[in-house]
């Protein structure tokens, strides 16, 4: 089982859906970013969270730590936020640096 | 301000062959680090640093090398190149201190013959 987990792992929505992408993970984290892949490979920060919620835009991350899970929220989606979206888990106490990816959802929205 | 810059962006390679993938950045970050990312699964971490002086390994370090002489530069090396190692390498940054996000490269993709 890997040790971080997201769902789905494709999904398509329509032009002004409500979409959720969940992360949840098994191992003590000190931090948990949501990237998101453009379909031409570069990888850009969207969240770093380690409680709480951010939102920026028609995005929302929120973290829940005693659960183990993250979800990444997108409002009224559009078509340009077609792409691969990777949860990403700074594994152990602020003291380490080793990153554990999710093998990423793919995010298709329909015009 | 450049951010993150791998350089090549593709290249091809005979297997036995060495190279070096590069990765430069202009922010100041401590934390630097490199990754391979193959078809249906995460992003794989295969070695990182903290700053100039210091590495250590990821989770798939055998086959490459890395050095850190400077803070802005850490450049992978790959002394004899296998099949395995085919794949699209990224080179991510960041600070240390505290929780930051990390910046990535736009990835090097690689294809062992």
Not at chain 1, 59 to 66: K, S, V
Not at chain 1, 79 to 103: H, L, Q
Not at chain 2, 77 to 97: D, E, I, K
Request: with cysteine.
């Amino acid at each position: 089982k890997n040790e971080v987990e997201q769902s789905p792992q494709n999904l398509t929505a329509q032009e002004g859906e409500f979409i959720t992408i969940n992360c949840s993970y098994s191992v003590g984290i000190s931090a948990l970013h949501w990237l998101q892949q453009h379909p031409g490979g570069g990888i850009v920060s969207l969240f770093m969270l380690s409680s709480g919620k951010k939102k920026h835009g028609r995005l929302i991350a929120t973290i829940n730590i005693q659960e183990k899970h993250s979800s990444l929220h997108i409002t009224a989606s559009h078509p340009r936020d077609s792409a691969v979206y990777i949860c990403a888990v700074r594994s152990g106490d602020s003291g380490t640096y080793k990153y554990i990816f999710g093998t990423g959802t793919r995010l298709k929205v329909l015009a | 301000n450049a951010g993150v810059t791998q350089t090549p962006k593709f290249q091809v390679l005979k297997t036995g062959q060495s190279m070096t993938l590069q990765c430069a950045q202009d922010m100041n970050h401590e934390y630097m680090s490199w990754y391979r990312q193959d078809p249906g699964m995460g992003l794989r971490l295969i070695h990182y640093s903290v700053g100039a002086g210091i590495t250590d390994q990821g989770e798939v370090p055998n086959g490459y090398n890395v050095s850190r002489s400077t803070t802005e530069d850490f450049p992978l090396r790959l002394l004899s190149a296998a099949p395995s190692q085919t794949s699209v390498y990224f080179c991510a940054s960041g600070l240390t201190l505290h929780y930051r996000e990390l910046f990535f490269g736009e990835g090097s993709r690689l294809t062992v013959l």
